[in-house]
Every structure is written in C-alpha cells, then in structure tokens.
C-alpha cells in the first residue's frame, strides 16, 4: 500500500518568513495529493491541492510543488502570518477505479513567531 | 449543508464497555470513511465505504471493531470491548466521486477509554 513521509514533523518561522514542508510517497499509482490544515482542536480542512498533469500550483500565499519522477511534493507557504499556525497534513491517492484511499503523512506543528 | 456531522463529540468510558460512534455524511457523497487520529500515528484510515459497502477495512485494528452503513445518511463505528490504547479522536469524512477529491471531514469524536 501506500506509504507518505513528510519532514519536518514540526517547524517554527519568524513571521513573514517562508516555510516549506515535504512530503514523499512510495506508490507510482498515485495522481492525486492533497494538503490539510489542522487548527488546535478542529477539524482537517483542505487548502490546496493538485494532481498529476500539474508540476506546481498556487493561491495566494500558498503553492505546491509535484515532482512525479522522484515521488515527492511540497508546500510552500509565503509571508506567514500568526493565523498559518496550525498542523499541516500533505496526503496522497490514487484516483483509479476501485481504490479511494487517502493516505495521510504524519503532520507539520507549524509555529509562526510572532 | 450542514456538513459532516458526528456525535458524540466526547465520550468517556471505562475499560470494557461498548463505543458506539456515529456519523451522518454530507447528502451527496458517495464515499463515506472512518480515520483515527492519535500524537503517535497521526491520521489513520480505518475502513471506506463507497455506495454503503465496504471497500477497505484493512485499517480496522482488530475485531474488536466495526462499522456499518445501513444507508446513505448513516454510519457507526462500533468498539467492543474497548481498551485504553483506544483513546483517541476519531474523524468521519465523506466526499464525492472519484475525481471531485476533497474529503469533507466532521469535527470528530473525542474518545476516552480509562
């Protein structure tokens, strides 16, 4: 099946500053990579996400990166602000007939400092 | 929509006793999945169904659980007996098809096994 890492497992930036969180995947079968955000005591929301006909996307202050041939992704983050702070979830799944799975990485602590 | 919603939110129990989780998913969504977040294993998948049937259940940690949807708008995840090592924040997600892709997520069901 398939299996995500993602590093840093937590990470704390000056605001205004930059942050990066990476991901790899292990299943070659997989099209689809996601990224949640997790407030204290909420639930995951999706905030970005792309597929596999795409290298890179972005919305405002946030953007990801796909990298097929070497299986991994990432989120960059730019001008952070207090409110980024959160647990930072990237995923991934294989959207072929028959299989839904959403397998999530281990999650990002991201701290801005104020 | 009210989106996904879950009950109970807390439940506290001892050693033993039966869990009873439930979950209404979002009108709509084919796809209906029970995760189980712990500080330890961060988001796991537990089983998914697709049209009320299981497709995956290779998640479910043991026969000390399971989960049934009677129907479209129902879902419960059932632990018996449970144990301490149960303690944790258990998620219902819906969401559409396919190629649609984001997981809708409920606000969780905090579980306490003493």
């Known amino acids: 099946g398939e299996n995500v890492e993602q590093h840093p497992s937590t990470l704390s930036v000056q605001e205004g500053d930059s942050a990066v969180i990476k991901c790899t995947y292990s299943d070659s079968a997989s099209n689809y990579f996601p990224w949640y955000k997790q407030e204290l005591g909420k639930r995951p929301q999706l905030i970005i996400d792309i597929r596999s006909n795409v290298g890179e996307k972005k919305d405002q202050r946030i953007a990801v990166t796909l990298n097929k041939t070497a299986k991994h992704f990432s989120l960059h983050i730019t001008e952070t602000q207090p409110e980024d702070s959160a647990v930072y979830f990237c995923a991934a799944r294989a959207t072929n007939f028959g299989n839904e799975k959403l397998t999530f990485g281990t999650g990002t602590r991201l701290t801005i400092i104020p | 929509d009210a989106g996904v919603i879950q009950s109970p939110r807390h439940e506290v129990t001892e050693m033993g006793q039966e869990v009873t989780l439930r979950c209404k998913p979002i009108s709509g969504h084919d796809y209906l999945f029970w995760y189980r977040q712990t500080m330890m294993r961060g988001l796991e998948l537990l089983i998914y169904?697709?049209?009320?049937?299981?497709?995956?259940d290779s998640g479910m940690p043991e026969d000390r659980f399971s989960a049934k949807m009677p129907n479209a708008s129902f879902s419960t995840l059932k632990i018996q007996p449970s144990e301490p090592r149960d303690s944790a924040v258990y998620f219902c997600?819906?969401?559409?098809?396919?190629?649609?892709?984001?997981?809708?997520f409920g606000e969780g069901s905090r579980l306490t096994v003493l």
């Open positions: 169904f697709n049209n009320n049937v299981p497709i995956d």
């Open positions: 997600a819906s969401s559409l098809p396919l190629a649609a892709g984001e997981l809708f």
